[in-house]
């Protein structure tokens, strides 16, 4: 069964630092994209990056660029979501997904999120 | 780039068949066919249960329905149930610069 399971979400101060991470089992981690989306407190889902399966091609949202840095580490199988310059409004619980088609909008295994709260 | 809009919640009593509407722009929903429907329970992982408009993925009732019509994509629930509360978002390509475009969300709530 496909498991994905994130961690290293906490408390940051603004301007701060968080790196996420996200163990990925049970598929060929190399053969499909990888994304991160996050909820804040109250609201709906927001997309914030993608990674290709070989880990060439990065994209993020409008929030996040500049600031977050995706990439991958196949020899871990983990996905990993670098996040500097925090700010509150990126109080969120941080999910990953697969995402069998590189964007699309459709991912179809998700972890149960870790949250990251600036403040 | 906004979210797609959704109707903020959507009630129905057992039995009953609801709607949700999930409206963007040419650029996005209307564009192409690649429109996917989550459900999202509190505390836990969200769910696909529609993707590509109308594909039902293996394991998910045949109660959920898609369908798409210019630039308005719908999910049907067809005899709800009490565990259908949920929220539900739709997501698709997002156009130039955003991979992937999520729906403001819809609360449904079984009377």
């Known amino acids: 069964d496909v498991q994905l399971v994130e961690s290293g979400g906490g408390l940051a101060q603004p301007g701060g630092s968080l790196r996420l991470s996200c163990a990925a089992s049970?598929?060929?981690?190399?053969?499909?994209?990888m994304t991160w989306v996050r909820q804040a407190p109250g609201k709906g889902l927001e997309w914030v990056s993608t990674?290709?399966?070989?880990?060439?091609?990065?994209f993020y949202a409008g929030s996040a660029k500049g600031r977050f840095s995706i990439s991958r580490d196949y020899s871990m199988n983990t996905l990993i979501l670098q996040m500097n310059n925090l700010r509150a409004e990126d109080t969120a619980v941080y999910y990953c997904?697969?995402?069998?088609?590189?964007?699309?909008?459709?991912?179809?295994?998700w972890g149960q999120g870790t949250l990251v709260t600036v403040s | 780039q906004s979210a797609l809009t959704q109707p903020a919640s959507v009630s129905g009593s057992p039995g009953q068949s609801i709607t949700v509407s999930c409206t963007g722009t040419?650029?996005?929903?209307?564009?192409?066919?690649?429109v996917s429907w989550y459900q999202h329970r509190p505390g836990k992982a969200p769910k696909v249960i529609i993707y590509?408009?109308?594909e039902r993925p293996s394991g998910v009732s045949p109660r959920f329905s898609g369908s798409k019509s210019g630039n308005t994509a719908s999910l049907t629930i067809s005899g709800l149930q009490a565990e259908d509360e949920a929220d539900y978002y739709c997501?698709?390509?997002?156009?130039?610069?955003?991979?992937?475009?999520f729906g403001t969300g819809t609360r449904v709530t079984v009377l």
């Open positions: 040419y650029s996005d929903v209307g564009a192409f066919h690649y």
């Open positions: 990674i290709s399966g070989d880990g060439d091609k990065t």
């Open positions: 997501c698709s390509y997002g156009g130039t610069g955003t991979l992937s475009i």
């Open positions: 997904a697969r995402d069998p088609r590189l964007g699309w909008g459709y991912f179809d295994n």
């Open positions: 590509d408009v109308r």
């Open positions: 049970g598929f060929t981690f190399a053969h499909f994209a």
